[in-house]
């Protein structure tokens, strides 16, 4: 029987499907796994190449497999042009395999449990901040209908939930009152949940270098600094700031053909967290800078022949390409004047 060189594994739940290849590429087995036999099945395969999809728990096999002396990889999105025909687990594995030999792959670098606990931490902070979001909408959308508007910004709902909360207030019915008041009990609630996951966001930051860092950025906070953290387990993996912007997805799509160069807008296909974020922060400076006589020359020239919007993600791209800087170059972001520079003292 030939050596083992290659072995793809297709995740799932319950049932994997592995596909073992010989160094000349040549199929060996294509075989399922109950998930109980993974382990049991690699501790006895000696140590070759394992090629993974990047999934929900590929990184949590990536280090169990790893521990057992395999040299193990990640890959995105990219197999199915390897897929030959149809879709199912064994082709997928097989597909795998094949993906995980190109020497032009690229490959996602395997997080360690604390990087995913941190990224778990931001993950339940947004989901709590949407319900937050939803519940105000519910509030919003019933005072309505009794004809009580308020603007909509978050810091005015302290005023609806008090109108709730008045039982002298006669414009609310009884039975719609009691049903407000639940609805003004959970935003309290989730509320004070949201504070409490800051809390531990901007203490994780504090006790990070690099975190710590990142927020002498102008628009980077503790969330962005830590979703950096988490999410970008090596910045090393990027060749230059303009990689790891492309990789955020903050860079114009090219549609060249023929000789003709042309750039579209953004190409939206990395990170929708950290995009999101940085465009957000870039915006929370725009915001500073207008009419700010001590303002970066670059954003008020800027400002003043593009609109806004773009604006703030041409800003988002430079903050990118600064996190990538102080992460892979060390320093600390300072500013001089009207000009930016990296210290790296």
Excluded at 263 to 286: C, D, E, F, Q, W
């Amino acid at each position: 029987m030939k050596q083992i060189a290659t072995i793809g594994l297709d995740l799932a739940k319950q049932v994997f499907q592995v596909h073992a290849a010989a160094a000349d590429g040549s199929p060996i087995f294509n075989r399922k796994l109950r998930r109980a036999e993974v382990l049991r099945f690699f501790e006895k395969t000696p140590g070759c190449l394992v090629g993974l999809e990047a999934c929900g728990s590929a990184h949590y096999w990536a280090r169990e497999i790893r521990a057992l002396g395999h040299d193990v990889r990640l890959i995105p999105v990219y197999v199915k042009p390897f897929v030959k025909r149809g879709r199912t687990d064994a082709a997928d594995a097989e597909a795998i395999s094949e993906a995980v030999t190109r020497k032009t792959m690229r490959f996602v670098p395997v997080k360690s449990a604390d990087q995913q606990a941190a990224a778990v931490v931001l993950k339940t902070r947004a989901l709590l901040v949407n319900q937050r979001t939803q519940v105000i909408n519910a509030l919003r959308g019933h005072l309505s209908e009794f004809g009580i508007i308020a603007a909509t910004d978050t810091t005015k709902v302290v005023g609806l939930i008090s109108i709730v909360r008045d039982k002298t207030d006669l414009r609310l019915p009884k039975a719609a009152r009691h049903a407000l008041m639940e609805i003004a009990s959970q935003i309290d609630a989730l509320k004070a949940q949201i504070e409490k996951l800051e809390q531990a966001i901007v203490a994780t930051v504090r006790r990070d270098d690099d975190a710590r860092r990142l927020v002498t950025i102008p628009g980077v906070g503790a969330i962005i600094a830590a979703s950096v953290r988490a999410l970008v387990p090596d910045p090393g993996g990027f060749k230059s700031g303009r990689h790891f912007a492309a990789w955020l997805g903050l860079t114009p799509k090219p549609h060249s053909s023929g000789g003709k160069e042309r750039l579209g807008r953004i190409s939206k296909m990395g990170n929708p967290v950290l995009r999101s974020l940085l465009v957000v922060g870039a915006t929370a400076v725009l915001g500073h800078a207008r009419g700010n006589p001590k303002a970066s020359r670059w954003i008020t020239a800027l400002l003043a022949r593009r609109p806004y919007k773009i604006v703030a993600v041409a800003l988002a791209n430079k903050m990118a390409r600064i996190i990538w800087v102080l992460l892979a170059r060390g320093g600390t972001y300072q500013e001089n004047g009207a000009r930016n520079q990296i210290a790296t003292a």
